[in-house]
């Protein structure tokens, strides 16, 4: 396994909340998902997951993790951020087989979810508030409209 990022769960939102900044490089793109950042694991219905795993298993989490802020920052285009999960499921001791199926549903569904609506938008602003005077706050990625946001 490669570097796993450091999460709390909230029992309130039944999310987890990145405690430290994970930084990450995969396929040559340089990633930093920022502390607070809150996601619900990996998307997977529960009709799947005696074949692939639960949203919370370690094995995805990490995966789950970067490509959630990178469908929320759009560093890069849908097609390369799912990219990017399958290259770190595998990272990650994620079975070829497994990788592949997590891979086709999220490239399937993925475009129902790629564009961010206004509740999206609104969790960007209250996350970019909440790390805006860090030094390094240009290397997560915001959206220039949610840092132009006044």
């Known amino acids: 396994m490669i570097n796993q990022p450091r999460l709390k769960p909230s029992a309130l939102t ?28 990996a998307t997977i219905p529960s009709a799947a997951w005696q074949i692939t795993f639960t949203p919370f298993h370690p094995d995805i989490m990490m ?10 920052n759009h560093q890069v285009s849908r097609k390369e951020a799912d990219s990017i999960l399958y290259t ?18 999220v490239r399937a569904g993925g475009r129902f979810f790629w564009d961010n609506d206004e509740d999206d938008k609104a969790y960007l602003r209250t996350l970019y508030e ?21």
């Open 88 to 105: 770190l499921l595998c990272q990650n001791g994620v079975d070829n087989l497994r990788a592949n199926m997590i891979w086709s549903a």
């Open 63 to 72: 995966p789950a993790l970067v490509h959630d802020w990178l469908f929320y």
């Open 130 to 150: 909440l790390v805006k005077n860090k030094k390094n706050v240009s290397k997560y990625c915001f959206p220039k409209e949610i840092i132009d946001a006044k």
């Open 14 to 41: 039944n999310k987890y909340e990145l405690t430290k900044d994970f930084g990450i490089t995969v396929n040559g793109v340089n990633i930093l998902v920022p502390q607070y950042f809150r996601y619900d694991g």
